[in-house]
Nanobody, 120 residues
Framework: QVQLVESGGGLVQAGGSLRLSCAAS????????MGWYRQAAGKQRELVTN???????NYADPVKGRFTMSRDNAKNTVYLQMNSLKPEDTAVYYC??????????????WGKGTLVTVSS
């Protein structure tokens, strides 16, 4: 069974930084892509950033230049470095793995989320 576990959320003042981590565990042969999404209260979940196994990365416009995603393929772990945080970044941040290949199937998985709160 594949599990994604996020960590690193918390409360930070505007202008501050946080680093999120997401580790995928289980009998994983390969992962096509991993990414971060966020969902603010009363809003739909939206893509923050996504990275393929080859390293191709895309960022949502609101976070470009402030957020950086990195990935450790050997550990099936991704990180999200968030700098210059703004109150509008407040949301639950979810990790998603796409195209996870195990001995049984290929599927997508979500983590349970970690709350990031940015105070003004």
């Amino acid at each position: 069974q594949v599990q994604l576990v996020e960590s690193g959320g918390g409360l930070v003042q505007a202008g501050g930084s946080l680093r999120l981590s997401c580790a995928a565990s289980g009998r994983i042969f390969s992962i096509n892509a991993m990414g971060w999404y966020r969902q603010a209260a009363g809003k739909q979940r939206e893509l923050v950033t996504n990275m393929t196994s080859g390293g191709s990365t895309n960022y949502a416009d609101p976070v470009k230049g402030r957020f950086t995603m990195s990935r450790d393929n050997a550990k099936n772990t991704v990180y999200l470095q968030m700098n210059s945080l703004k109150p509008e970044d407040t949301a639950v941040y979810y990790c998603k793995s796409t195209g996870v290949r195990t001995m049984y199937n290929v599927a997508d998985y979500w983590g349970k989320g970690t709350l990031v709160t940015v105070s003004s």
